[in-house]
């Protein structure tokens, strides 16, 4: 069950979120796209909510820009952990309406939120999720974080 689902409201919503896609591709998860709109599919998102966990995902990601009620939503019906990016889109208010929607969740319903169009964070934490319990995806996450930390010293050396 390493399965990651990455969910978004529109298609508008994929230059985003193709961060959270090509960042989990990188580290062999297995990613499944879809879109799922809380507003325009209703029965869509209930579904995937609903029976996200008995189709081999372990981990949701779900993008949506200005009321952005999906993630929450995915959230309200899933046992699985949701992360929620918020996507500054068309109809924002500079994308704080996006970030508020999925950072102010009732007590219960719990949505691991990333910053603004912060999907590449998202997939990066769902495969530590993922690392926990699958030593070869948490390999990859050290390996990943060992080369951040060499591209860090190697760019300081270029300042003198």
Same mark, same amino acid.
């Given at each position: 069950?390493?399965?990651? /689902? #990455?969910?978004?409201?529109?298609? &508008?919503?994929?230059? #985003?979120?193709?961060?959270?896609?090509?960042?989990?591709?990188?580290? +062999? #998860?297995?990613?499944?796209?879809?879109?799922? $709109? *809380?507003?325009?599919?209703?029965?869509?998102?209930?579904?995937?909510?609903?029976? *996200?966990?008995?189709?081999?995902?372990?981990? @949701?990601? !779900?993008?949506?820009? /200005?009321?952005?009620?999906?993630? +929450?939503? @995915?959230? $309200?019906? %899933?046992?699985?952990? #949701?992360?929620?990016?918020?996507?500054?889109? $068309?109809? &924002?208010?500079?994308?704080?309406?996006?970030?508020? $929607?999925?950072?102010?969740?009732?007590?219960?319903?719990?949505?691991?939120?990333?910053?603004?169009? /912060?999907?590449?964070?998202?997939?990066?934490?769902? *495969?530590?999720?993922?690392? *926990? %319990?699958?030593?070869?995806?948490?390999?990859?996450?050290? !390996?990943?974080?060992?080369?951040?930390?060499?591209?860090?010293?190697? &760019?300081?050396?270029?300042?003198?």
């Amino acid at each position: 069950m390493n399965k990651v /689902g #990455v969910i978004m409201g529109s298609k &508008s919503d994929l230059p #985003v979120m193709q961060d959270a896609i090509d960042i989990l591709k990188e580290f +062999g #998860v297995d990613v499944e796209v879809d879109i799922v $709109s *809380a507003h325009r599919t209703p029965e869509k998102l209930f579904d995937y909510g609903k029976n *996200a966990h008995t189709k081999g995902f372990a981990v @949701i990601i !779900a993008g949506a820009g /200005g009321a952005a009620h999906l993630p +929450g939503m @995915i959230a $309200s019906l %899933s046992p699985l952990p #949701v992360i929620g990016v918020p996507v500054k889109s $068309s109809n &924002s208010i500079d994308g704080w309406d996006s970030v508020l $929607s999925i950072l102010q969740m009732p007590g219960g319903v719990p949505v691991a939120t990333v910053a603004l169009n /912060g999907a590449k964070n998202a997939g990066i934490l769902a *495969a530590q999720i993922l690392g *926990a %319990s699958d030593i070869s995806v948490r390999d990859k996450i050290i !390996a990943y974080k060992e080369d951040l930390k060499v591209k860090v010293n190697e &760019s300081a050396k270029d300042l003198n």
